[in-house]
């Protein structure tokens, strides 16, 4: 199983078995596995039976399976076992490379589950690795990559506008300007002939 650009978060397994509980986002109990330039959030497993609940985003199950995870974040998911099996538990061969598994990420808004990275994400920002990343796009079908370097997780980073401010709500001449005022998280340079589609109420848009 291939998965990349894929954001799997508020995941909740709740197990009752005298045998163990794998994986809060993915259980893996065959195969190989390949995770590329993804995030883990939140995610968590426990048992209510004999057994133990292992691996709060990934659990793999048996010890022929092969897990690779790259360029991705796992942050912030719980198991029952806890320690170092709350984001990832592996029985089999787990590769792992420019990965952040800690609760280090600056995310836009993590509260309102906005995985996006935001502007202090330095330690995602041109992390990855290109060699593991194909040419493509982001999960919000953003290319990749925003610099030379690829970024860590299932988002690249770009400057996210925060407000619009707009005229007022009233009647306009074709002589009079219409200014619109973009805020973004941080400070960014505008070349060209910026844009903003208005849509009028008597139909069109100008």
Request: charged share 10%; hydrophobic share 30%; net charge negative.
């Amino acid at each position: 199983v291939n998965i990349r650009d894929s954001l799997f978060y508020d995941n909740t397994v709740t197990a009752n078995t005298s045998s163990n509980g794998w994986g809060g986002a993915i259980w893996q109990s065959n195969g190989s596995l390949s995770i590329i330039n993804s995030t883990f959030a939140n995610n968590s497993i426990t048992n209510a039976g004999t057994g133990v609940a292992v691996g709060g985003a990934i659990g793999a199950q048996n010890t022929g399976l092969t897990t690779i995870i790259r360029n991705s974040i796992l942050t912030n998911n719980t198991s029952e076992s806890g320690n170092t099996d709350n984001n990832l538990y592996s029985a089999g061969t787990t590769t792992l490379s420019n990965n952040i598994i800690d609760n280090s990420v600056s995310f836009y808004n993590q509260p309102g589950r906005d995985y996006r990275l935001s502007v202090n994400a330095t330690n995602a920002k041109d992390a990855g690795s290109n060699s593991y990343t194909p040419a493509g796009n982001d999960l919000a079908q953003q290319t990749r990559t925003e610099n030379s370097t690829v970024d860590i997780g299932a988002y690249e980073r770009r400057p996210i506008v925060t407000s619009v401010s707009a005229p007022t709500n009233s009647t306009y001449t074709p002589s009079q300007n219409l200014d619109f005022t973009v805020h973004y998280d941080e400070v960014v340079t505008v070349s060209g002939n910026p844009y903003i589609p208005v849509t009028l109420d008597t139909g069109g848009v100008v």
